[in-house]
């Protein structure tokens, strides 16, 4: 359930749009053992500094309640029942590619800096950065290659839950490995951590046949790539064990299709061989499907 009021001021330099929305949502993490029902308010200020450059400000108070099954392992357990989160939050998102689902040149950046704690239970410092770079090879040929990279930071005062810690694995995040399949683990199930990074490598050409550059061929992309990644969670007081977690990178490889739905999302279809992972890592070798916005 959703519910928003919009407000756009049009006649300023910086087109400044407020809303408000009012949510519920509940969703199942089969793979960490719980399931969240979030319950909450979100105030938004969006405005551009350039036709490139958007922003968004936003203050985010919510009542998450966070359920678990009876086999359920006990450090996901421990971050179990209700909490009150309070929060606020920047978003800067750069755009000069040239389009968004196959683009041929130019790059993407977007950082996220959140902090909670402004009353609650929760009290923490988050932050969060996507890169995208793209570049034509061969204009003739339509060979693209395109380089993405990722990194995250959860600073723990207070109260955090395995819920707010970082994943990954899965089709549209770490390929090679089932959803939240790459980290910690404990009987079975994910953990996630207090910091990742991944990176991902790609070329994307045309499909070899006559006119896939037009028409309905303009819909498909074959793509080779390799990505790597890690998601640690380090003793909080141990700088060297932080550096261990950071350089314990898993990695795969492949090559898929892809094909455009719409203007903003893609359906992936890929063989994924992994490369490198670590004990209690959970692989997938062979297909993986994916459907998203955004890709590693």
């Not at 950046?109 to 959140?114: A, G, M, R, T």
């Not at 990742?196 to 080779?224: D, I, N, Q």
Request: proline share 4%.
């Amino acid at each position: 359930m959703h519910l928003a009021l919009t407000k756009p001021l049009l006649l300023h330099r910086y087109k400044p749009v407020v809303s408000g929305s009012l949510y519920q949502r509940a969703a199942d993490h089969v793979s960490s053992g719980y399931r969240l029902l979030d319950r909450g308010l979100l105030l938004d200020l969006a405005f551009q500094t350039s036709p490139t450059t958007k922003h968004h400000v936003q203050w985010e108070g919510l009542m998450r309640e966070m359920s678990v099954s009876n086999k359920t392992s006990f450090k996901v357990r421990e971050s179990s029942g209700p909490q009150l989160k309070s929060m606020v939050r920047h978003m800067i998102s750069v755009d000069q590619r040239d389009e968004a689902v196959f683009p041929t040149r130019g790059a993407r950046l977007h950082i996220c800096n959140e902090l909670a704690g402004l009353g609650g239970s929760v009290a923490s410092l988050r932050a969060e950065l996507h890169l995208q770079l793209n570049y034509t090879l061969s204009q003739k040929l339509g060979l693209v290659v395109q380089a993405s990279g990722a990194a995250g930071l959860l600073h723990d005062v207070y109260g955090s839950s395995v819920a707010d810690h970082f994943f990954l694995g899965g089709a549209a995040s770490l390929r090679g490995f089932q959803h939240r399949g790459a980290g910690p683990h404990c009987d079975g199930h994910a953990l996630g951590g207090r910091m990742y990074w991944a990176g991902g490598l790609h070329v994307f050409a045309p499909l070899p046949v006559p006119g896939a550059g037009s028409g309905l061929g303009a819909l498909f992309r074959s793509h080779l790539f390799l990505n790597t990644g890690c998601v640690a969670f380090p003793d909080r007081g141990s700088a060297g064990e932080w550096w261990r977690g950071l350089g314990a990178a898993r990695g795969a490889g492949g090559a898929g299709l892809c094909v455009r739905l719409g203007r903003a999302a893609r359906l992936e279809l890929s063989y994924v061989l992994p490369l490198r992972w670590l004990p209690g890592d959970r692989t997938h070798a062979g297909i993986q499907l994916g459907l998203g916005a955004n890709f590693l």
